[in-house]
């Protein structure tokens, strides 16, 4: 079992950053594709961005494309979400989530995932 914990959440103005961090314990992530995902206020959850278990190939929604960058700590169990130039629309419960998966490649799906974190809030201001 791996458990997560995301945070570096907040309340930040339009324009500004944010990193948040997803922590994972009871086992290793190597070997562990690890998404990002988010949800706001009456919509679904929706995929953000994902990286593959060994780190080299990363993915992106449309929506954050050029201002999000995913990336993994191996040694600190660790993964990141780099949020930049941060809009009022980005405004949501941000999730990480893991799976062991067999190919080193990139999943979109939430279904992919079977450990989930508890979510941070992020709050763009305009």
């Known amino acids: 079992q791996v458990q997560l914990v995301e945070s570096g959440g907040g309340l930040v103005q339009a324009g500004g950053s944010l990193r948040l961090s997803c922590l994972a314990s009871g086992r290793t992530l190597s070997h562990h594709a690890v998404g990002w995902f988010r949800q706001a206020p009456g919509k679904e959850r929706e995929f953000v961005a994902a990286?593959?278990?060994?780190?080299?190939?990363?993915y992106y929604s449309d929506s954050v494309k050029g201002r999000f960058t995913i990336s993994r700590d191996g040694p600190k169990n660790t993964g990141y979400l780099q949020m930049n130039s941060l809009k009022p629309e980005d405004t949501a419960v941000y999730y990480c989530?893991?799976?062991?998966?067999?190919?080193?490649?990139?999943?979109?799906?939430?279904?992919?995932?079977?450990?989930w974190g508890r979510g941070t809030q992020v709050t763009v201001s305009s």
């Open positions: 990286i593959s278990w060994s780190g080299g190939s990363t």
């Open positions: 989530a893991a799976a062991q998966k067999a190919y080193n490649a990139i999943y979109t799906g939430s279904h992919e995932y079977a450990y």
